[in-house]
């Protein structure tokens, strides 16, 4: 009489057993997913500039695997310029980019200090009306949750009275690995696109040389016999002559020194022009 029970029950449990294996199952997918996804808009970013489109894509990313929030944030650490710009995202999808100083508030202070030290940074204040850098708005939140990458934070925060889990705290870690990626790879391009510039402004420059170059070469093959001919007038003009033909002798001196300031600009060889008593 009890053994029909006892298959039903059997049943229910394997039943109970293959819901929590799909769950996990659906989990893991949901998981792997996110972080394809993250780690393909990182490839697929060229510069910081792009930052914009990374938080979105963080914040669908962290969506698929269902961890809870209110706000979301992602904080850029600039400690050349002493500031932290942040990129928020409300539910709503709304977008709001701020800039301010890195140590405005004790919270940033904070902040910086678990960001130098890699850690995770989860505060759980009493609900209240909680001012979250760069966050649109005031949120009543319960927790806030902090965890670094290279670059900065990426920070989400909760209305619920519950703290984030150590999963959940890890998946945000393995999130941050990649942002990591990225921020390094940005970077990197940047680098190479200041590099690139350079380079190019040094060759603009050795055109701009060779071009002064070559006007110093031909002006200097105009001014020569100029010169000697210069000479020889005021040495052979009459008395009232002499003071203006040296005063156009002396001009065309000072246009010679300019032509070897050209050539020293190109970095050719210069050569003395004077004067020369034939």
Request: with cysteine; charged share 20%.
């Amino acid at each position: 009489l009890m053994q029909p029970l006892v298959n039903q029950f059997a049943i229910a449990l394997d039943n109970a057993r293959l819901y929590r294996n799909l769950r996990a199952a659906e989990h893991d997918l949901a998981y792997q997913l996110s972080m394809e996804k993250l780690h393909r808009t990182v490839l697929e970013l060229h510069s910081l500039d792009d930052l914009e489109v990374l938080a979105r894509s963080t914040l669908g990313s962290l969506r698929l695997v269902d961890i809870e929030f209110d706000v979301f944030g992602l904080n850029i650490f600039n400690e050349k310029d002493g500031t932290v710009t942040t990129w928020s995202i409300s539910p709503s999808d709304a977008l709001s980019k701020t800039v301010n100083s890195l140590v405005y508030s004790e919270n940033q202070k904070l902040r910086l200090a678990y960001w130098h030290r890699n850690e995770p940074w989860m505060r759980t204040p009493n609900p209240e009306l909680l001012e979250v850098p760069g966050v649109v708005g005031p949120h009543l939140l319960s927790v806030v949750l902090d965890t670094p990458f290279a670059g900065g934070t990426l920070v989400v925060g909760t209305s619920k009275k519950r703290e984030y889990s150590q999963e959940e705290s890890q998946i945000l870690r393995n999130f941050c690995e990649i942002l990591s990626l990225g921020y390094r790879r940005f970077e990197e391009i940047d680098s190479q696109k200041y590099l690139q510039e350079q380079l190019e402004i040094r060759q603009r420059m050795d055109s701009l040389g060779t071009l002064a170059g070559g006007i110093a070469h031909d002006l200097n093959n105009l001014f020569s016999p100029i010169l000697l001919n210069l000479s020889a007038l005021e040495k052979g003009a009459p008395g009232e002559q002499v003071a203006r033909i040296h005063e156009v002798n002396q001009n065309a001196i000072s246009a010679v020194e300019l032509i070897r300031q050209f050539q020293s600009l190109s970095r050719t060889s210069t050569s003395e022009l004077a004067s020369i008593d034939l």
